[in-house]
């Protein structure tokens, strides 16, 4: 492809994108410099995900992404109203049933009771957990609250969906079926996917592009287009082609640690 075709491709893609971030760059009012000229867009039905080096500024990115933390300069564009977010501590409210904690989200943006309890029905069944609808959190496995947690946010039908390291507290067992689960909905849903973790091989599992950043203050050192299509089955992890990418985006990191 020339160089030509190459930014007629790009912009064609942002004319698309839920989420642009252009030359963004974070200083917090301490002096700590978290991040510096970040531009990358994610369309709709693109899941980009984020490695790097422990305390580069992955969740900062996140959270400036999702309206929580302000004080950036640069561009971060985005559709605040079609968001979803699933972190890694699943933060549900411990007093509520799962499908009360799943109906949260419908009922702070006022959806009336009915719509609610159908959309949430449809969260619980999108993330397999029908029949657990009337269990509390503590009644649930680390792998469970996860999904409880996707079924929240997708109960507003998110264009933009966010993940910081949703999986990595959970045994890698729970983490390949989740991350399964997770490419299902992907293909239903087709939302724009911007996902965190410190698993290369989840990254370059779930993807269709890997973004590497630096060490504090993280700037973007490698960019891999994920060259599988939407089937991928869990074998894949074994293929020679997916070694070689992981073994590629290792490399940068090792630099970026360097
Ligand atoms: N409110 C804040 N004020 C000052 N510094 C902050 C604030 N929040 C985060 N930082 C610093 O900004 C840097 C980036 O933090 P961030 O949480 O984004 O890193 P991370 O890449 O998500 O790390 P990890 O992989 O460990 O989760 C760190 O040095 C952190 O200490
Ligand atoms: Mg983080």
């Not at 030509?4 to 410099?33: C, I, K, N, Y």
């Not at 969906?161 to 989740?178: N, S, W, Y």
Request: aromatic content about 8%; glycine content about 8%.
């Amino acid at each position: 492809m020339s160089v030509v075709d190459e930014s007629l491709d790009q912009a064609a893609r942002d004319t698309t994108a839920r989420l642009r971030f252009d030359g963004l760059s974070m200083v917090f009012p301490d002096g700590t410099h978290a991040l510096e000229d970040i531009s990358f867009s994610v369309a709709p039905g693109e899941f980009t995900t984020v490695v790097g080096p422990s305390g580069c500024g992955k969740s900062t990115l996140l959270r400036i992404a999702s309206g929580l933390e302000r004080g950036y300069t640069g561009g971060c564009d985005v559709d605040r109203d079609s968001i979803g977010y699933v972190f890694q501590d699943a933060t549900l409210l411990p007093w509520r049933t799962v499908q009360r904690n799943v109906e949260l989200n419908a009922e702070l943006h006022h959806v009336d009771k009915d719509e609610r309890q159908r959309r949430a029905a449809k969260a619980i069944e999108l993330v397999n957990l029908t029949g657990h609808e009337d269990k509390y959190p503590k009644q649930l496995s680390g792998g469970m609250k996860m999904r409880c947690s996707l079924a929240r946010s997708l109960v507003l039908n998110p264009g933009v969906f966010l993940f910081d390291e949703p999986f990595g507290a959970l045994d890698e067992i729970t983490r390949e079926f989740l991350n399964n689960e997770l490419l299902r909905l992907f293909a239903l849903e087709k939302f724009a996917a911007l996902f965190i973790t410190h698993s290369i091989a989840e990254a370059v599992f779930l993807s269709t592009r890997v973004l590497v950043m630096s060490a504090r203050p993280g700037r973007i050192i490698g960019d891999y287009e994920v060259p599988f299509g939407a089937e991928r089955p869990h074998d894949l992890r074994f293929e020679p082609a997916f070694a070689e990418l992981c073994g590629r985006i290792n490399d940068d990191l090792k630099g970026a640690h360097a």
